[in-house]
């Protein structure tokens, strides 16, 4: 893993990188809107560790980038269902990095069908990785983060508002990360460090691609009629983990093109 360069602090084109020594987990960073997560923090001068369940080659892919750039990256494969691995991610990238900064909950899996027919293998491992996951991970990442720290949640626009049928388990399981977040910030308030929720809705990935059958059913559902991107999400987890989302915790913020107005 190469080092940082002298300039890796400043940009020609952005001047100082507000992340500069920080550094950042995100669970799930391998593709989608967890891999457009990693690369924009790292864009932002953060160093980056990243989990992946089963795709080795993108996670090293994800990682090349961010070296490529000048920037500091580590992949380490941790199913986010699993406790210890969860835990291991967490003390893992602090023995790395010697610290931690910003944990992004990404990963997640959904199970859709109708009510009936889920069976209660997907209730459990969608609640383990959707649920357990992100508040062991924030567990772990509490002892480590300092004044400043940020804890910031990926859920959906479906724990808001569920515009068609099939997604009870997948919406129970998202609409499970606003307590947590709201407790989160109460409890950590006090020690400097916030937690917020992003809620996206129709975002174009491998896993929901806006080419895909249901597409433009989801994009009708939207103010703006369209699909976002995985950057749009990145975007705001950028501004909720820099100086812009100090004054920030406790809240659910929806990257949604208008789904849920």
């Known amino acids: 893993m190469t080092a940082v360069t002298a300039t890796a602090g400043t940009t020609a084109a ?26 924009r923090l790292a864009a932002d001068g953060a160093a980056v560790a990243l989990t992946y369940q089963s795709r080795q080659d993108k996670a090293g892919q994800v990682v090349k980038e961010i070296e490529r750039g000048g920037g500091q990256a580590w ?77 910031i949640s990926i859920g959906s626009c479906m724990a808001e508002r569920v515009a068609f049928p099939g997604g009870t388990l ?36 491998d896993m929901n691609p806006a080419d895909g059958e249901s597409a433009t059913m989801q994009a009708g559902l939207t103010a703006l009629g369209v699909y976002g991107r995985a950057w749009d999400v990145a975007a705001t987890v950028a501004h909720l983990a820099g100086e812009g989302g100090r004054y920030i915790t406790g809240a659910s913020i929806a990257v949604d093109g208008g789904f849920a107005a």
């Open 170 to 205: 997948y919406a129970t399981s998202k609409a499970a990360l606003t307590g947590l977040t709201r407790t989160l910030a109460k409890e950590l308030g006090p020690r400097g460090i916030t937690a917020n929720l992003i809620t996206p809705g129709p975002i174009d990935t």
């Open 75 to 151: 992949a380490v494969r941790a199913d986010s269902g699993a406790a210890e691995a969860v835990r291991a991610s967490v003390t893992g990238t602090v023995e790395r990095f010697g610290r931690l900064d910003i944990l992004v909950n990404n990963a997640g899996i959904g199970v859709l069908g109708p009510f009936e027919e889920i069976s209660l293998e997907d209730v459990d491992r969608v609640l383990r990785t959707n649920v357990r996951g992100p508040f062991l991970a924030a567990q772990a990442a509490a002892a480590h983060l300092a004044e400043g720290g940020r804890i």
């Open 14 to 39: 952005h001047g100082p990188r507000p992340l500069t020594g920080k550094v950042a987990l995100v669970t799930g960073g391998s593709r989608g809107i967890g891999e457009a997560t990693a690369l």
